[in-house]
RNA sequence: GGCGCCGUACCCAAGUGGUUAAGGGAGCAGUCUGCAAAACUGCGAUUCAGCGGUUCGACCCCGCUCGGCGCCUCCA
């Protein structure tokens, strides 16, 4: 079967057929770390760790490069609010993207350049445009001649002489056309600078991301993603840069995810409507919890189409976890040694995991339909939930355990282990304030020890057999009230978990 | 002003020119249970913002209207 994904510059689904056959490169801008990034940061960078890893579980070598912006105005700004040397700033922030990115199990790329990294690239590139006359000079900075590149607005669907109409930007007027933007920026007073033809300066925003992908994956590669705030000016700009200089097409499939949004607003810092990853996390007040949040940001993340706006409420966090935990309930249910279980429920198995794989390739190859895959694990939860009522044998449960791993897997859900998962916890986020960040996330939890539960059901079971039932019910109140819930099998015996 | 997206049950959310319009959350009822919980079973949109059109047939295609949002300035 053959992935089909949308491409923005087709405007259509198309049949993805690499440079390379089975093989697949693929660029995604990355972030400017000048702050922590939030939710909307997270959802870019885990829609194309699923893509990476769905292209991994079908199969192909993935070379998946994400840079960071690690110069730019803002890191400056920054560093002078602070009073520290700007790469001070950009250090700090890309280690707490990584921290946040490590929480929600999002995988390192194959490659991750720094702007500053790859200057030489960079410089190349320019002075290359500068001597095909489609770049020109200007008291130290360089612009690019957009009025040169035909093809300009092709993936935007955008023409000149619209955009010149509704420009609400304050025109520079030494520029040739008020849409040219600048490739290299010549450096203020007191301003980090590298040297170049040009005087001492930085790159513009739009010529590094070129210069690394070009330089990391060649002049034509598979797939550029990014969010779709991206598609206008950055995308475009990149086009017009890489095209010019290299004179081959650039990135043959655009992917690009839609927005979180808060309150149908697109969650943004200047709104201030935004949550960061590192908040929702720090609330959490049981360290190993954080695993959990991760995967249940994860589970709500992937639960709507990535090309579609999602909005983030208060319900969205616990509505992830009660629906992994099914799962995770199964999950439990399957790794039992159970009791004596005549294997009665297994006839239809083989035709039952068939059609899951089948269907769930289906999803996942159309465009990587999530959604519709984690509906597919739903399914599958109730065919199986079915069968061992009826009675399943060892082997059997491990075979079925081994399918949710596996399939689990390329969306990063179900990969915890079960003595870390904890049912008893709900996150819930509260926004007090429409359009601002106030947070409010509560866990409640406490760490009674296996060995004291066990004494404690112990203990209740007694009295369940002696009839004494108040007795019974204070204990499982008890526990209920450190998180612990009881489940009494048929048998007599007792189910907990946290 | 230009370009574009969205509106599916109480909430979230897939989807198709002819299907029983997925799945999750919440709810109700039943089975099971000492009671619960879990699991299972059943109920829940005769209908897809509204109105027209195309078609043998539209929620899906086209047009308009209403409502919401995005890009055009840094933005994932």
Known sequence: MSIVLYNTKTKKKDVFVPLIPGQVSMYVCGVTVYDDC???HARSALTFDMI???FEFAGYQVKYVRNFTDIDDKILNRAKQEDVPWHDISERYIQNFYRDMGALGITKPTAEPRATEHMQDI???IE???KNGIAYQLEGDVYFSVKKFALYGQLSGKNLEELQAGARVEVDTRKQDPMDFALWKAAKQGEPGWDSPWGKGRPGWHIECSAMSVAELGPTFDIHGGGKDLIFPHHENEIAQSCAYTGKEFARYWVHNGFVTVDKEKMSKSLGNFFTIREILDKSSVSDSEAIIGECLRYYLLSTHYRSDLNFSEQSLPEAKSAMDTIYGLIQRLEEPGVQEQPAGEGDLESILKQFSHKFH??????????????VFHQLRGEINKLL???VSKETKGKILEIFKKYGEPLGIFQIDLRDWKFGIVPTVKSTIEHTSKVSL??????????????QIQLRNEARAQKDFSTADTIRKELAEQGIILEDRPDGTTRWKR
Do not use: C
């Open 38 to 40: 939030h939710l909307g």
């Open 52 to 54: 990476r890893r769905y």
């Open 123 to 125: 410089l190349n590139m």
């Open 128 to 130: 290359g445009l500068e």
């Open 362 to 375: 289906e999803s996942m190859d159309d465009d990587f339909n999530s959604p519709k895959a984690l509906a």
């Open 389 to 391: 009522v009826k009675g």
């Open 442 to 455: 509560t866990i409640k939890l406490v760490d009674p020890t296996e060995e004291w539960i066990e004494q």
